[in-house]
């Protein structure tokens, strides 16, 4: 535990969630039956774990947690405020060539539509020489993600709309592509990892700027796109 740790006072803590984590159980995830990250925290030592904001069960990365009740309201403020930066990688399907404002709305977990908005900044392509219905090759981008608002699965649903859905997304995502992923190169999980928090801490003013490492399928990804590149 003390390597996902990633920051920690007498106020807070950070953690660097795996993939195949809920966070904690609800009424929604009420059929599964593992230990939540947050029974596990309370295993580990940390008595009332509090998350200020939400993490997908499928999505890695890092998550802000208070260690007690009276201080959940300051950091939920500076969610509220939007005045945390937010900084998720993906990887997607086909070439995304210029930055995006995503301002699609999302459904609830109520049925209702919420306005959502999700800044989009490619990073790198990759064409690899492994045949995916219907072409030939197979073609991605590394992005960044800046959520603006904080709306169950966001990001995924915001992909999707652009027809650059996340791979690994089963849900919302292509499902040739996550089906290539599977049966060829073996990459089972939702390459989207919520690599940055950046925000000054509410009780101390410190300027925080964190960062987690993206789990190790990812690397197996860098070094299997090496092996089939087209050329």
Not at 6 to 18: A, L, T
Not at 46 to 74: A, N, Q
Not at 172 to 190: A, K
Not at 196 to 216: G, Q, S
Request: glycine share 4%; aromatic share 10%; proline share 5%.
């Amino acid at each position: 535990m003390n390597q996902k740790i990633i920051f920690e006072d007498k106020y807070c803590f950070c953690v660097n969630k795996p993939n195949n984590l809920l966070v904690h159980h609800s009424h929604f995830a009420r059929n599964i039956e593992e230990d939540s990250l947050v029974q596990i925290l309370k295993q580990h030592g940390f008595e009332t774990p509090i998350p200020i904001h939400r993490l997908d069960r499928k999505t890695s990365g890092l998550i802000l947690f208070s260690k007690s009740k009276e201080y959940v309201k300051k950091f939920q403020e500076l969610f509220d405020n939007e005045s945390i930066k937010k900084k998720y990688i993906a990887l997607v399907r086909g070439y995304v060539l210029e930055k995006m404002i995503l301002n699609s709305p999302v459904k609830n977990e109520k049925g209702n539509y919420k306005d959502a908005l999700s800044e989009l900044i490619p990073i790198k392509t990759i064409e690899i020489n492994i045949p995916v219905q219907p072409y030939n090759t197979a073609r991605y981008s590394y992005i960044e993600f800046y959520p603006k608002t904080g709306r169950t699965h966001q990001l995924r649903i915001h992909a999707n709309k652009i027809s650059h859905p996340i791979i690994g997304d089963h849900k919302h995502g292509n499902r040739h592509h996550n089906h290539m992923f599977q049966e060829v190169l073996n990459l089972h999980n939702l390459f989207l990892h919520a690599e940055e928090l950046t925000f000054m801490h509410p009780l101390t003013n410190e300027n925080i700027h964190l960062t987690a490492p993206k789990p190790d399928f990812w690397n197996e990804f860098e070094a299997l796109s090496l092996k089939y590149k087209t050329c």
